[in-house]
């Protein structure tokens, strides 16, 4: 690796003259130590752009760099469509040079990227080093957008054909770093930063800019029959032994308990080998009859798949000669995932997408079964140093998924998916990644939250959480406190699995359960006609909770509630042994819908210690303007709020 580096520091700075003018400083550097060198600076009406370089050229558009002989070349400007933004790009000369950019993030709450195994809220909590910014399986990376924005306003767009590498807190903490190299698992024919950043006046203009400009938004909706009936899967209970008996008994069960009936999801394992597209016949000796049978007693049908195809399976072979499966520069098209080796289809080749394709859709039809869930698709599951048909070497890695994901988008609006990059125009359900059953942030409850209002504000409103009580691994199924308190939180989310059942726990849980669904269903309508809404103006169905109070620093931080819209907000218990919990409310005046009869509370403010034992899950209404007049409205202070409420719950202990 070539020993130049340009190491620049973004320093976004809020100056609160009447102009409103922000600075945006970057630094260069050689190597380690900060230099910072005084180069030109480039004033733009909205934006004032400090470019600390060093350049031959006096032309403020144009700066070739000085140091080490013309190494790279250089250029910024700014965009005059947009007041807001500056562009920026740096072209290496060498394919060797690393170019780099870092942010301070200070006291400002950042936004964006990636999905990760700790879903910290804000961003600035994570602890990500020399992270390659494409999607993965390694730390759970499986949707991801080069976006970026803050608390202030700003937002960071990086071009997705850059080599990107980020750091959060990495080498330098307080920071995040962008750099680009050409090392794996990229391989182009030059190294390009190339970024643009934009400045409004809060978070929410940031992201509705944002949106307009590149994330685009739903182009429709999903199937309202998966937002209003739950998804029983069968992995959780059974992992792998799943059979026709199990997935009689599981429905058989869910009628006996009279909860609602809605899609059956048979999970993994089902085919003969992976990539069959054909049951195995001693577990499911006749699929046509269980899912008629299924559908007799009101249930949809679903089966798990992947775009996998085991070396142990006879179509390996097939898809093989015909040069179906992603190939790489070692000439072999062998890799592996979690259920054994096998080949990636390549889904850059129309052939083998039509021919992956045509075996589902006549499994679909010989089956009965109503739609698909598609597992995995990350780019990091393909062969070391990959060859696509689609052979440009200036790909971008998740070109593998974009192609898998055009493919699977023709199964209808009743699928569910998980790899994501750029595909917020699919308006299918993007499901987060599995969860685990823990309190902790290693993928655990508080991360069902966390993960909703991250995919929300990347640009995918459509979220399908995963299972109540998470997935069971290592033999430890959730507990009952978890189990409930894992529905709580789910219950204003657009939709709902099971895998564990109430009945897997007690009459308490069953009877809590059901209670939650029916508060649910009085907001099916309600969340259809905001995925409606997102179809029009890319609006988050369940955004953070500044989103309706956009410059509130307390609200910045808040990563334990969730808004449903715009007047709904939850914030369900989500720690171990809890019967009470902290809420803030932001501005607005809001009801609390556990004791709908007590007077309305203003926010900003805390609600310390609210009650909440194992029945309660706390959630409010934002009143409009008549609904206050209605009720003759108290202002409380939330002590005086909080001590009633208290009293409330003792009577009623
Ligand atoms: C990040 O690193 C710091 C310091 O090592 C540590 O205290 C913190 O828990 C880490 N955060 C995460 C999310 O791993
Ligand atoms: C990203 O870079 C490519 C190649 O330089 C360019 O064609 C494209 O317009 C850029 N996209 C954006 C959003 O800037
Ligand atoms: C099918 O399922 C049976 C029962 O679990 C198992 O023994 C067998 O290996 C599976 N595969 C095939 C190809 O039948
Ligand atoms: C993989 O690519 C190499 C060239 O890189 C080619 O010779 C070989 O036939 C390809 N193999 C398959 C299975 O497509
Ligand atoms: C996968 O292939 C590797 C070698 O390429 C081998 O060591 C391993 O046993 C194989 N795994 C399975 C499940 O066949
Ligand atoms: C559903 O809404 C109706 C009408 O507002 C209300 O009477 C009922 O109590 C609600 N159900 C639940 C479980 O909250």
Redo the contacts with the bound molecule.
Sequence with gaps: MDNFFVFCVIILTSVTTLIASENIILFTEDSEKLQVKYGTIFTSPALKFNFYEDCIDQNPKVCTVKNKGNENYLRYFSEAEKQECVHYEQIANSMNNVLKFCVEMGSDSWYGGAETT?Q?WPLN???WTDKPFVTSEADSQAVLESYFFNSQGFYIHINDSVALFVDI?GPRPGYMCFTAKVISPYRKLRNVMQFRVCKFSNPRKAHENAIKDFLGMPKSIPDTFVVKHPIWSTWARYKVNVNSKNVNDFAQEIVQYSFPRGTIEIDDNWETCYGSAEFNLSRFENIKELTSNLKSKGFKTSLWTHPFINLNCERHTIGKRMGYFVNSTLNTVDSFWWNGNASYIDFTNPKAATWWANALRELLEKSGIDSLKFDAGESSWVPNSPVFYDSDLTYYPDNIVNAYLETIVNFGNSIEYRSSRRSQGFGRLLRMIDRESRWD?QLGLPTLITSLIHLNMIGYPFVLPDMVGGNGYNNKPPSKEMYIRWMQANVFMPAIQFSYTPWDFDQQTIDLCRRLLDIRSNYTETIVNLMRQSVVDGSPINPPIWWIDPTDSVAHCIYDEYLLGENILVAPVIVEKAISRDIYLPAGVWRDENNPESPYIVGRTWLHEYPAPIEILPWFTRMSSEQQQSNSIVHVSSTCYMLAMGFVVYLFR
Excluded: A, P, S
């Design positions: 700790f910290h909590k994570l602890n807190n942030f």
